[in-house]
């Protein structure tokens, strides 16, 4: 298969694609939309399940997080490895 | 014999010359007030907590006295042979028959020039509207990339670089390494400034150093330091020396930090209160979602027991019902009409045998047929010669016409 799937997710980001911040953000616009909005059974059960994917992928990227540290000479970056 | 003299000049008792000169020299307001530099000698501290020194130059000495409530507030306290200047109000001991020196301050020389020029360029920039709070631009919530700007080999470093991988990992650091103490330093810190805002475009900048003493951190006074600050692009956090030094950099930076571990934490969230809140979002979803679905089933329950009230399976059973009756009813007319066509039948078959010819011929009659079975009922049917058949009760037998083939009038 040819990936040409990705033109279709324009309208719901792939997860993995999302930084702490728009995974983060995005959950707590579902927990609003939840909160506030009636939501049809079928449509609270699809933001659900983004939830909790969200909710995971946020726990994998801080579980797996290294701090990365560069060194700016001049133009160029060069690793950094200092001990902690 | 000896002349009294008319006036006689007053004669003074001790106590009452020293009283006068303390009173003198407490009215004189320059005194009273007044900075004396000198290098200390005779410095002690007995277990009263008062501090006594003398202070002296090359042709002069002047006793000092410091009571313990001011000397408990000195961050600095003296050697013998330290330059210092120590301020106070000059007075005199009467039992000692001396005047000294009150002091409440005392600091070291050359501080109090650096100081002075320290007020002097706070005042300017201020006055130009360089630490005017609406000036200072927020400071990311989370940042993606942090650039650092400090000493490469020192602790202010490893404390910072400490803290972001405790707190937020997921942030990206780049450090831009200078000088922060020495004639060179504020060049480098503004180089490493420009190179950061020019290069990386950070979303925060950490501007740090640990403690020192107050020409260590004398860089960070620096008015290009200030100006670089200022003109930063991306939002800086400065965390200089201790909790209790102010230096330009603090006033002019987005946000002051009391130390460099101090100026991490305010640049990025804990990773610890970001599971909590993401357990808490997940929670509520849960809540929520649950709480849906349970109405969601009630209502279901509701719109069934409702359903049942106007179900057609009711209507439908009392139809069968109905049905029922009805087919039993044409199945009772169905029989009754059988029965009736019966009797019907049976009442046409006695008439019928009445009226056979069957039941004639046994009575004696007799039926005259031609060949062909048309019966012969006139004798213009018949001609002389023509062979006939006849029917009796219990069979038939031929004849033939002899005569009589005229009507009898």
């Given at each position: 298969m040819t990936p040409s799937k990705s033109s279709k997710d324009t309208t719901i980001n792939s997860i993995e694609d999302l930084t702490y911040e728009q995974a983060f953000t995005e959950l707590e616009a579902i927990v609003a939309a939840l909160e506030s909005e009636k939501k049809s059974l079928e449509e609270s059960m699809t933001l659900f399940e983004r939830s909790q994917m969200l909710v995971q992928y946020c726990a994998r990227l801080l579980d797996q997080a290294e701090l990365k540290v560069q060194q700016l000479s001049g133009e160029s970056l060069t690793d950094l490895n200092l001990p902690a | 014999m000896i002349q009294l003299p008319l006036f006689q000049p007053p004669t003074w008792s001790v106590t009452d010359l020293t009283r006068y000169l303390r009173q003198k020299i407490e009215e004189d307001d320059v005194l009273q007030d007044l900075w004396v530099m000198g290098e200390v000698s005779n410095f002690s501290r007995p277990a009263s907590g008062h501090l006594y020194f003398t202070l002296k130059d090359a042709s002069a000495s002047l006793r000092c006295v410091m009571w313990r409530p001011n000397a408990l507030r000195q961050s600095y306290l003296p050697l013998d042979g330290d330059a210092v200047e120590v301020h106070g109000s000059l007075s005199v001991y009467e039992t000692g028959g001396v005047y000294q020196l009150y002091a409440d301050t005392i600091r070291p020389t050359g501080e109090g020039l650096l100081y002075q020029e320290f007020l002097r360029l706070k005042a300017r920039l201020e006055a130009e509207g360089l630490f005017d709070p609406l000036r200072k631009r927020p400071i990311s919530r989370w940042p993606r990339v942090i650039g650092i700007v400090t000493s490469?080999?020192?602790?202010a470093l490893r404390d910072m670089l400490n803290t972001l991988r405790r707190r937020f990992p997921l942030v990206k650091v780049i450090l831009a390494p200078t000088a922060v103490q020495g004639a060179e330093a504020p060049a480098g810190i503004i180089a490493a400034l420009g190179a950061l805002n020019q290069a990386i475009q950070p979303d925060t900048i950490l501007l740090a150093r640990g403690g020192g003493s107050i020409e260590d951190l004398w860089a960070f006074n620096d008015e290009g330091v200030a100006r670089a600050i200022a003109s930063s692009q991306a939002p800086v956090i400065s965390g200089v020396g201790h909790e209790t030094d102010f230096t330009i950099a603090d006033f002019v930076a987005d946000l002051r930090a009391p130390t460099p571990t101090a100026a991490a934490e305010l640049a990025t969230p804990n990773q610890d209160d970001l599971r909590l809140a993401s357990s808490d979002l997940a929670e509520r979803i849960n809540r929520t979602i649950l709480a849906t679905l349970t109405e969601t089933r009630w209502q279901l329950t509701d719109l069934g027991n409702r359903l049942q009230l106007f179900s057609p399976r009711s209507r439908l059973r009392s139809n069968l019902q109905r049905l029922d009756e009805l087919s039993h009813r044409v199945v009772l007319a169905q029989v009754n009409m059988l029965r009736f066509q019966r009797l019907q039948l049976q009442n046409s078959e006695q008439r019928l045998a009445v009226l056979s010819p069957v039941s004639v011929l046994n009575r004696g009659y007799a039926m005259v047929l031609q060949p062909d079975g048309t019966l012969v009922?006139?004798?213009?049917q018949v001609n002389v010669g023509d062979p006939l058949d006849v029917r009796v009760s219990d069979g038939k037998f031929s004849a033939r016409v002899t005569q009589g083939t005229t009507p009898e009038d």
């Open positions: - | 490469p080999t020192g602790a009922h006139s004798v213009t």
